[in-house]
């Protein structure tokens, strides 16, 4: 077989025991929220096999028993009839020709129910329950359920198990001495916290046997107190792979760390330099994870000799067929991951089911079809945003006759905003990969153009969909028209470039944004994982406990001195991003941005804001006033679609003005084209 001409080292089979993949990309484990509902494993099936392309596909994580789910609705392999029902999503996969592993996973201290438990009665900051520490009856029972799960995923028709090890869970607690402070055989030394592990490994091969995958997830990075060295790390995966696994995947971080491990802050592969000592230490493969979003990205981790495959999640979220379209070296065609988090972790912890922003179609497979137009229309599209971009293609990947209207001279609306904010960039892919989808569905662009009625009515068009976006909202102020104030779009276009102190007033997402922007040129920490790491206070040695170093670098002064305001009482950045908004907080607090909640404007002029606070005036300093208060619709197009004679659809922010709602805004622009 010849090499693939476009990611050779990607597109290498690699011999795993009785299986061979047919390339090194994992779809890595993810919890979608379907795992324990109604109908949820009918849809899982569809959402994996859909994505069979992959190498390896590991499914979101079933526990043991039912004291390791992680909330209180079960998500379970423990039973004949677990077995049974699961049976639909390995025959789905293995009919699309792929290859599927079930994820066991037992949460430990993480688990969201009464029941939890723990080697130590330790609780975990980011959960309010204290477990109960297991007994060693306990103990010996749970490695017998770990190898009865295994079996049972055998008799469902998976072709192994991944046995998750890392990111904070049951077995990672026994491995840590910051969670396991037990004094009998399962607790103390290395050789005793490991030993629970090699246990779960050992028994989950003897229930399986040898042509069975096991996939060990370990902690190449707990990246908390107390745990484990790099050498230790390294001692681990030796003893795994001496008790029986097939192969390592690696996990970064705990859930209660205070690194950022996916997030937009995180540099793209910033973590695969964590799994080259793993790799060098053991005989068989070796999975890098985390931020890679990248076929090309993926290739050079391959080649830099850093892991033997890669695994990613959220990129399988956004692009259902990322590996089909890499392998055919078409690179614009592939729906890039922006990290953004909104439809998938956020909706997760919320217990909402996932989806994609740039892809709402994903986790929703049988609900978002793709069937032809009964009637093919002409249909006018005003407005190039997230919202119109979606309509457009959908709309003309039916059949319909589209023209996309935008006045501005680029498509992206919001997007190009958003691009310019640290960790952002990646937007501009989205905006590409529109713009490459609108050329492949023959839709007519016109740029720089705005539409009149004559000009609709001329071209006859059957209908208009209005998806003209938002305009920053301008706020009540005295003063407002002062020189000092600015709209946030003038300042992220460059229109005007702020002073040594500024003002922020708002601070919902968009606030957060432009005050990330300010700071942009202290730190640009988000771009290399060497800044990263010394920013973050990372040991890249991994001598440190946990692989954390003393502290972060020392953060050089700001470039400006910003104040963030808004007439609300309460803490700054409860709207933002579940599982995002604190890393915002925690840069901004780290180079001191003040936050000032709960003040009444009462002007703006030569010497800055002028706000009540508690009753009392204040004058706050400020060369630049940033209006960050909200958008109202931009409809002022709305006249003249209705006089276009065609009925009219109003969707996205024109619809509805709240913050920069992209996923909103795509899915609408999704769903209404399957209407038309």
Not at 5 to 13: D, G, K, M, V
Not at 138 to 146: A, C, K, L, M
Request: net charge neutral.
């Amino acid at each position: 077989m010849s090499a693939n001409p476009h990611y050779p080292r990607l597109f290498t089979p690699l011999r795993l025991g009785a299986v061979t993949l047919p390339n090194r990309l994992i779809m890595g484990s993810m919890h979608t929220g379907l795992e324990a509902i109604e109908g949820g494993l009918d849809r899982l099936a569809d959402f994996y096999r859909e994505r069979a392309a992959a190498g390896l596909i590991v499914t979101g994580g079933f526990a043991p028993n039912q004291a390791g789910n992680l909330k209180a609705h079960p998500a379970v392999m423990a039973s004949n009839d677990d077995a049974r029902r699961h049976r639909v999503i390995p025959q789905a996969v293995h009919q699309a020709g792929g290859r599927i592993l079930l994820q066991v996973l037992h949460s430990g201290r993480y688990g969201y129910h009464g029941d939890i438990v723990a080697p130590s009665a330790v609780r975990a900051p980011i959960n309010a329950v204290t477990p109960r520490a297991l007994t060693g009856t306990e103990i010996e029972r749970t490695i017998e359920d770990f190898g009865r799960a295994a079996a049972l995923a055998r008799e469902a028709g998976y072709d192994g198990v991944e046995i998750m090890g890392s990111e904070g869970y049951l077995i990672t607690q026994f491995l840590a001495p910051r969670t396991n402070q037990r004094e009998d055989e399962w607790g103390g030394s290395l050789v005793n916290r490991m030993r629970f592990a090699e246990a779960v490994v050992r028994r989950s091969r003897q229930r399986t046997g040898d042509d069975f995958i096991i996939l060990f997830r370990i902690s190449a990075l707990d990246l908390v107190d107390g745990g484990l060295t790099g050498a230790e790390t390294v001692a681990v995966a030796r003893a795994i792979e001496a008790a029986g696994a097939s192969m390592l995947s690696s996990g970064i971080g705990w859930h209660e760390a205070r690194i950022p491990t996916i997030a937009q802050a995180v540099p793209d592969g910033g973590f695969a330099w964590a799994t080259r000592p793993i790799k060098q230490a053991v005989g068989i493969p070796v999975a890098a994870s985390n931020r890679i979003n990248r076929p090309e990205l993926a290739e050079q981790i391959l080649a830099a000799g850093q892991a033997d495959l890669v695994a990613m999640a959220r990129p399988f979220l956004a692009d259902e067929h990322f590996v089909e379209k890499a392998a055919a070296g078409d690179r614009k065609g592939i729906n890039i991951c922006i990290a953004c988090n909104q439809a998938c972790l956020d909706q997760y912890f919320v217990d909402v089911p996932i989806s994609c922003l740039v892809n709402p179609r994903a986790a929703r497979e049988a609900e978002f079809t793709s069937e032809p137009a009964l009637r093919p229309r002409r249909v006018a599209v005003l407005g190039g945003g997230p919202a119109g971009l979606a309509a457009a293609v959908t709309a003309a990947e039916r059949g319909h006759k589209v023209t996309l209207y935008e006045a501005s001279g680029e498509l992206g609306g919001q997007f190009n905003l958003a691009k310019r904010i640290p960790g952002k960039a990646v937007f501009a892919a989205s905006i590409d990969y529109f713009a490459d989808r609108l050329r492949r569905a023959g839709v007519e662009v016109r740029l720089g153009q705005r539409v009149d009625a004559r000009g609709l009515r001329a071209a006859g068009h059957d209908e208009v969909v209005l998806a003209t976006g938002v305009s920053p909202r301008r706020p009540d102020i005295p003063g407002i028209d002062h020189r000092s104030v600015c709209s946030y779009v003038d300042l992220l276009t460059g229109r005007v470039s702020a002073g040594p102190r500024v003002a922020i007033v708002g601070a919902g997402g968009i606030g957060f944004d432009v005050a990330l922007y300010l700071l942009e040129g202290g730190h640009q920490a988000h771009l290399q994982p060497a800044a990263f790491a010394a920013y973050w206070g990372l040991d890249q040695q991994l001598t440190g406990s946990g692989g954390l170093a003393a502290s972060g670098a020392p953060t050089s002064p700001p470039p400006h001195a910003i104040t963030m305001l808004k007439r609300q009482a309460g803490p700054f950045g409860t709207g933002l991003g579940k599982t995002t908004g604190w890393v915002h907080r925690a840069v901004l607090a780290r180079h001191g941005v003040k936050s000032i909640a709960g003040v009444t404007y009462q002007g703006i002029d030569d010497a800055g804001v002028h706000v009540l606070l508690d009753g009392k005036p204040q004058c706050l300093a400020a060369d630049t006033v940033v209006i960050c208060a909200g958008q109202e619709p931009l409809r002022d197009l709305e006249p003249v679609a209705h006089a276009g004679a065609a009925p009219l659809h109003v969707i996205g922010g024109a619809r509805l003005a709240t913050e920069l709602d992209a996923k909103r805004a795509i899915e609408e622009g999704v769903r209404l084209a399957m209407r038309l």
